[in-house]
T-cell receptor, first 114, second 107 residues
Framework: SAVISQKPSRDICQRGTSLTIQCQVDSQVTMMFWYRQQPGQSLTLIATANQGSEATYESGFVIDKFPISRPNLTFSTLTVSNMSPEDSSIYLC???????????FGPGTRLLVL | GIQVEQSPPDLILQEGANSTLRCNFSDSVNNLQWFHQNPWGQLINLFYIPSGTKQNGRLSATTVATERYSLLYISSSQTTDSGVYFCAGGSRSRLTFGEGTQLTVNP
């Protein structure tokens, strides 16, 4: 099973600034995904990070606000841009590769925007 | 997209009690997972169960794919079982999560 790590684990940021979250998988994976969990809410898929091409965003999420990179098969970043308090959430990374059944998530990044 | 409905939204138990959590899907899914989110926010995978029955210790799960629902059973609950239980379904890893069941187990 893939082991997923995220950096930072938590951060407190000022509104109007940007934060880049890193996701590292300990093995090469086909797909990587970013989810958001707002306080007291469920998880919502933000986008699929595609290696070598632009990310695929879900309805309600746009590249200007959440630019994503995936330079190789083990690493991805999510940037939360021009932050507002409404962006305060836990951001989680997960991966999938062929034949995989059990879904593992990274430990999450807790973001508080003041 | 798929709609995922979980019940009950909240559940309070005494230690040692049993419970059943339910998840209904609006459409067929070929990927169905149950997770436990601990108080620190970590999502722990409990089961991958698109159909059939699985057991792991005090936990078991059953999915009836033809009727688009899944059940999670917790027996002899312990305080460490507290947290939020999510089911999620979809294809591959594009999962849609339910709203979760907040479980509190009191000593």
């Amino acid at each position: 099973s893939a082991v997923i790590s995220q950096k930072p684990s938590r951060d407190i940021c000022q509104r109007g600034t940007s934060l880049t979250i890193q996701c590292q998988v300990d093995s090469q994976v086909t797909m990587m995904f970013w989810y958001r969990q707002q306080p007291g809410q469920s998880l919502t898929l933000i986008a699929t990070a595609n290696q070598g091409s632009e990310a695929t965003y879900e309805s309600g999420f746009v590249i200007d606000k959440f630019p994503i990179s995936r330079p190789n098969l083990t690493f991805s970043t999510l940037t939360v841009s021009n932050m507002s308090p409404e962006d305060s959430s836990i951001y989680l990374c997960t991966s999938w590769t062929g034949g995989q059944e059990t879904q593992y998530f990274g430990p999450g990044t807790r973001l508080l925007v003041l | 997209g798929i709609q995922v409905e979980q019940s009950p939204p909240d559940l309070i138990l005494q230690e040692g009690a049993n419970s059943t959590l339910r998840c209904n899907f609006s459409d067929s899914v070929n990927n169905l997972q149950w997770f436990h989110q601990n108080p620190w926010g970590q999502l722990i995978n409990l089961f991958y169960i698109p159909s059939g029955t699985k057991q792991n210790g005090r936990l078991s799960a059953t999915t009836v794919a033809t009727e688009r629902y899944s059940l999670l059973y917790i027996s002899s609950s312990q305080t460490t079982d507290s947290g939020v239980y999510f089911c999620a379904g979809g294809s591959r890893s594009r999962l849609t999560f339910g709203e979760g069941t907040q479980l509190t187990v009191n000593p």
